[in-house]
T-cell receptor, first 114, second 111 residues
Framework: GAVVSQHPSWVICKSGTSVKIECRSLDFQATTMFWYRQFPKQSLMLMAT?????????EQGVEKDKFLINHASLTLSTLTVTSAHPEDSSFYIC??????????FGQGTRLTVV | DAKTTQPPSMDCAEGRAANLPCNHSTISGNEYVYWYRQIHSQGPQYIIHGLKNNETNEMASLIITEDRKSSTLILPHATLRDTAVYYC????????????FGTGTRLKVLA
């Protein structure tokens, strides 16, 4: 299947700093990517839909100024967690779909804010 | 909100078939049923999807009831590596294609 790659796989940052997570579609072009977060022993929660060349669409309750999404090309979307705090520590996962069939997910990024 | 209901956990003996049920009683005519699984600390992995007909691939079989209100994912010969959380998702056939995950079923395959 198609490959979606996230970088970094894990990151530790200090409280108050910003962290950028990259999501790349390696062998296909993705006009739309999705960002999820997952807390321990919980399900994935959709944060936002990232559209190439336009503003992201955020789910209700997700702060768009805190979670900045940029989808500058058909193979790259980035999620920046601004002014991170310990409660932002979570597993962040992106996905993209190919030709309207199944979506493919990245391996996830574990963010720990200390 | 997720449109699916799954049992929170199940056990299955290694080598036996694992049958994972999913209820999606409010599914619409243009919505597909998708199954993914998530092994600990990894991204979800696609398994199979279907609209109304039963489907089979190298990983699993998907049985959808005639009224489409429920489905069953079948892993024919479960192995220890199949231990994971299995998610059943309904998704519209057009539009944004976003997935709303429910709570999933935690399948434990026992040696």
């Amino acid at each position: 299947g198609a490959v979606v790659s996230q970088h970094p796989s894990w990151v530790i940052c200090k409280s108050g700093t910003s962290v950028k997570i990259e999501c790349r579609s390696l062998d296909f072009q993705a006009t739309t990517m999705f960002w999820y977060r997952q807390f321990p022993k919980q399900s994935l929660m959709l944060m936002a839909t990232s559209n190439e060349g336009s503003k992201a669409t955020y789910e209700q309750g997700v702060e768009k100024d805190k979670f900045l999404i940029n989808h500058a090309s058909l193979t790259l979307s980035t999620l920046t967690v601004t002014s991170a705090h310990p409660e932002d520590s979570s597993f962040y996962i992106c996905s993209a779909y190919v030709g309207g069939t199944e979506a493919f997910f990245g391996q996830g990024t574990r963010l720990t804010v200390v | 909100d997720a449109k699916t209901t799954q049992p929170p956990s199940m056990d299955c003996a290694e080598g036996r078939a694992a049958n994972l049920p999913c209820n999606h009683s409010t599914i619409s005519g243009n919505e597909y049923v998708y199954w993914y699984r998530q092994i600990h600390s990894q991204g979800p992995q696609y398994i199979i999807h279907g609209l109304k007909n039963n489907e089979t691939n190298e990983m699993a079989s998907l049985i959808i009831t005639e009224d489409r209100k429920s489905s069953t994912l079948i892993l024919p010969h479960a192995t220890l590596r199949d231990t994971a959380v299995y998610y059943c998702i309904v998704r519209v056939a057009s539009g944004t294609y976003k997935y709303i995950f429910g709570t999933g079923t935690r399948l434990k395959v026992l040696a």
